[in-house]
């Protein structure tokens, strides 16, 4: 029954390390099998029924031992009412002797027959007696190691449900884990659709320069340029696309052919921010390349592409 119990408590270690190394791991890692996990679960409902298994044999042979001590108890009480018996029956003769001399020596032979008689089943008791100590020793021994295996099956049982309901929380949070991935990823996937079919609509010139001119309508700079306008009038406005490839768009503004700026307007969607800042400005068109314009400040003083 050692043996057996060593075995099941390095049977028992084994998980308990498998679950350390497991709860070691980051996050990051790859994310185990869900069948793998069932499969453990199973493992492990096995491993509970054997301990349940186990646990009834032993309770049954602590029944047996009982029921064996209650039949040695019973055993000697009739041995006791047997000595009793030749007891009184040694009296009854030692009474007979003196009233029947004639027949003392055959009394004496039958008196000193069953004296011995009598001293061996007072043996026969003595020694049921230790046999009795012996057994009830035994049992107290065998019980109490009964005990401790119960015990210790209902310690391995209670780390293994532990165990269990520690593998099943896994479980449902890794299934949650790749729920959130997968939405993640579906998220990513139409962000990338989205980036990409916004590239290949910049990819157009004109439509590149369209989306800078928005992206300027709808910027803070678009407010500094409307309130210069509201002091020197309405401004020629030219539009371009600047060098590179994914140029930005050069908006310039030119009042009374004095005074001009420069914006700049990136619609590219991996741009950081300020995607619309002023690039120069100045009060002189001197050294200036000063080109015709191709864009106006339309109504709700809105950049509008065309004259």
Not at 126 to 133: A, K, V
Request: hydrophobic share 30%; proline share 5%.
């Amino acid at each position: 029954m050692e043996g057996q119990d060593g075995q099941e408590t390095g049977g028992e270690q084994r998980p308990e390390g498998e679950e350390a190394s497991g709860t070691a791991e980051p996050v990051s890692e790859e994310i185990p099998d869900p069948e793998e996990l069932m499969a453990r679960l199973g493992i492990k409902d096995n491993r509970i029924r054997e301990l349940y298994e186990e646990i009834t044999a032993s309770r049954l042979a602590a029944d047996e031992a009982r029921a064996a001590r209650a039949a040695g108890e019973e055993r000697i009480e009739s041995l006791e009412r047997e000595r009793d018996g030749l007891k009184n029956r040694i009296r009854d003769l030692e009474e007979e002797t003196r009233d029947r001399r004639r027949r003392r020596e055959g009394s004496a032979h039958q008196i000193a027959r069953l004296e011995r008689e009598l001293e061996r089943k007072e043996g026969e008791i003595s020694h049921r007696n230790y046999l009795l100590e012996r057994r009830e020793e035994q049992m107290d021994a065998d019980n109490q190691r009964a005990e401790e295996l119960a015990s210790r099956k209902d310690l391995a049982l209670q780390d293994a449900l532990r165990h269990v309901d520690g593998l099943e929380r896994d479980l449902e949070e890794r299934e949650n884990e790749i729920s959130n991935l997968q939405t993640t990823i579906e998220v990513l996937r139409e962000e990338l659709q989205s980036e990409r079919e916004m590239r290949g609509r910049l990819a157009d010139p004109a439509n590149r320069l369209r989306a800078g001119i928005d992206l300027f309508n709808e910027s803070e700079q678009r407010k500094s340029m409307n309130a210069l306008s509201r002091t020197m009038g309405q401004p020629q406005v030219h539009v371009e696309l600047d060098e590179g490839d994914e140029p930005p768009v050069l908006l310039t503004f030119t009042w009374q052919g004095v005074t001009w700026q420069t914006y700049v307007s990136d619609p590219g969607p991996a741009v950081e921010e300020p995607r619309v800042y002023l690039k120069r400005a100045g009060e002189d068109l001197s050294g200036v390349n000063s080109k015709p314009p191709n864009a106006r400040v339309g109504p709700g003083d809105r950049v509008v592409l065309g004259l």
